[in-house]
């Protein structure tokens, strides 16, 4: 994989970052968790974790979380999580600048999609158009 600026500290500051401690939690950071260093995000702009699974028997895939915007965020711009299959979006959540919002069950429905699939959860830069 080409380094750049969104890749060059996969896992530490970028990308799926480990909390401290061992209770298993990660935030996704798209741009940097470390102080005084930015990265230009423009609306497209993503993150995702993502596992190859067998959905063959399952009915529900579940995500638990939270999304947390800055105040400075434009208005004309949110930040958007979704669950995907294949690279599809099956289920979202947005959220605009300042706002707070709970991922307490964020759930999609995967009775059709049995055998194996790239399920993903996605954090991502949206155009909101105002």
Same mark, same amino acid.
């Given at each position: 994989m080409e380094l750049d600026a969104f890749t060059s =500290?996969?896992?530490?500051?970028?990308?799926?970052?480990?909390t401290p401690?061992?209770?298993?939690?990660a935030v996704l950071v798209l741009g940097d968790l470390q102080l005084?260093?930015?990265a230009e995000v423009t609306p497209g702009d993503f993150i995702q974790a993502e596992q190859v699974v067998d959905l063959t028997g399952d009915v529900v895939v579940r995500a638990r979380g939270s999304l947390r915007v800055s105040e400075d965020l434009p208005d004309a711009l949110a930040w958007e999580v979704s669950l995907c299959i294949d690279?599809?979006?099956?289920?979202?959540?947005?959220?605009?600048?300042?706002? *707070?919002?709970?991922? =307490?069950d964020m759930a999609m429905n995967v009775t059709r999609?049995?055998?194996?699939? *790239?399920?993903?959860?996605?954090?991502?830069?949206?155009?909101?158009?105002v």
């Open positions: =500290d996969l896992g530490r500051s970028q990308g799926r970052v480990l401690g061992a209770d298993g939690h005084r260093r930015f690279g599809v979006k099956r289920a979202r959540l947005r959220a605009r600048g300042g706002e *707070t919002k709970a991922i =307490d999609d049995d055998g194996v699939h *790239t399920l993903a959860i996605r954090l991502e830069l949206i155009n909101q158009g």
